[in-house]
């Protein structure tokens, strides 16, 4: 039989009654052995998109996994090369500043607004890896490019640039895999300028950012880490938190003070919140990181691309066990097999890629919904698809709605 395999399992020979293992690998084996349920009208179904289902919460730790996001940097001179630090002093500056960035990413402090809050803050599972091209043979994710055309980053007056893709389409490196960092110096003139205040700046255009700054002679690597970290955020697609368009009830709004003046409205407490312009830029809400996951698990989107396919190298020993019953809704990227404990139901939704030869193993007892699911691989390669210890299969899965079982291997027989 094509798509059925049945098998005798050894179980028997433990057991009065005899129990069965089945291996489904498509939604036909699932319809010859379970059962099917009413659907919801699809206006009640959840929403795979809502951003609640991307959170990290700890409830969620024994399927949430970090993420990696890789980066190269573009070191922009001109020819007379004074203006950021020597090339070979800039890589150690560079990796210092991404550990910095990683650093705050997972230190996530409280919310200071609004003023009594219990935002938790979470852990944001997310990180950076410096990620050489493997189109390059010498490359190590540090560039120096030489264009005094395009070297300096000025937003301000009428030869502002600060939007200008220019330099990321002369000089970017795989960015439809890559977040490509441009370290760009303050346009000379401007730092001669009598109005000029000395800030960082950075901005955030597709999957390359453009930070800028760097006039100090001894520059410090801890003070461009936030606005590294603010960039990413827009990259994955946070907005400024403190009007409120940016769709997050956790983010108030606030006045967007840089620092504590001790006069109104900066009288503080001021926000730290990342995605608003103040010193500290460190605190990212529930809403914020659930939206910036949402991203990672959206296979349409291009920011998916700049994170490192974990979900593609499996991992045997650590399944995920679910000893009760879970409903799992929002898209999912596993490398890990899942393990259905007697008992417990387990309901899925949305959609779920499994690493090459991950299984979804219902044990004896235990139970799996598919709820308008789609089961697959991402990575071009074959899950191991549905194992059931069952004496009663059409009790031990039922399908509802509309649901697709891709790229899981069949068993030979
Ligand atoms: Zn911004």
């Not at 099917?36 to 024994?62: F, G, I, Q, T």
């Not at 935002?119 to 994710?141: K, Q, W």
């Amino acid at each position: 039989m094509k798509y059925f395999i049945l098998i005798i399992g050894a179980i028997s020979l433990f057991s009065c009654k005899k129990a069965q293992v089945y291996h489904l690998s498509s939604m036909e084996d699932v319809r010859v052995v379970g059962s099917e349920l009413p659907d919801l009208d699809p206006e009640m179904r959840v929403s795979c998109n809502d951003w609640e289902n991307y959170v990290p919460y700890p409830k969620n730790a024994h399927w949430f996994e970090k993420e990696t996001i890789r980066v190269n940097f573009h070191c922009m001179y001109d020819t007379i090369g004074d203006k950021l630090l020597p090339f070979e002093e800039m890589k150690p500056f560079l990796y210092k500043l991404l550990d910095n960035a990683d650093l705050r990413l997972r230190s996530n402090p409280k919310m200071n607004l609004p003023e009594g809050n219990n935002t938790p803050n979470l852990e944001p599972m997310l990180a950076y890896r410096i990620t050489a091209s493997p189109d390059f043979d010498d490359d190590d994710g540090y560039f120096k490019h030489v264009d005094n055309e395009l070297y300096f980053y000025l937003n301000k007056g009428k030869d502002r640039n600060n939007y200008n893709r220019a330099v990321i389409q002369k000089y970017a490196i795989d960015d439809d895999s890559i977040l490509n960092v441009f370290v760009m110096p303050v346009h000379p003139d401007s730092v001669a300028s009598k109005t000029y205040k000395q800030h960082n700046a950075g901005v955030a255009l597709g999957t390359s950012i453009k930070i800028s700054g760097f006039w100090e002679e001894d520059p410090k690597w801890w003070n461009y880490a936030s606005m590294f970290n603010h960039e990413v955020a827009h990259v994955f697609g946070l907005a400024h938190a403190w009007t409120k368009t940016d769709g997050c009830e956790d983010t108030p709004e606030n006045p967007n003070c840089f620092q504590i003046t001790g006069k109104p409205p900066c009288e503080g407490p001021i926000s730290n919140n990342l995605m608003d312009y103040n010193n500290e830029q460190m605190a990212i809400t529930p809403c914020q990181l659930g939206r910036m996951h949402r991203k990672i698990h959206d296979i349409r989107s291009k920011q998916r691309k700049l994170v490192n396919e974990r979900w593609c190298e499996y991992s045997p020993d650590h399944p995920i066990v679910i000893p009760n019953n879970q409903n799992w809704v929002g898209n999912k990227d596993l490398s890990r097999d899942i393990i259905v404990k007697p008992g417990a139901t387990l309901s899925l939704s949305c959609r779920i890629s499994f690493a090459k030869g991950a299984k979804i193993i219902v044990e004896k007892g235990g139970k799996l919904v598919l709820d308008n699911v789609r089961l697959h691989n991402d990575c071009g390669d074959q899950w191991g698809g549905i194992i059931l210890h069952s004496h009663d299969p059409s009790q031990s899965i039922v399908f509802k709605g509309s649901n697709v079982i891709e790229n899981a291997g069949t068993l030979k027989t």
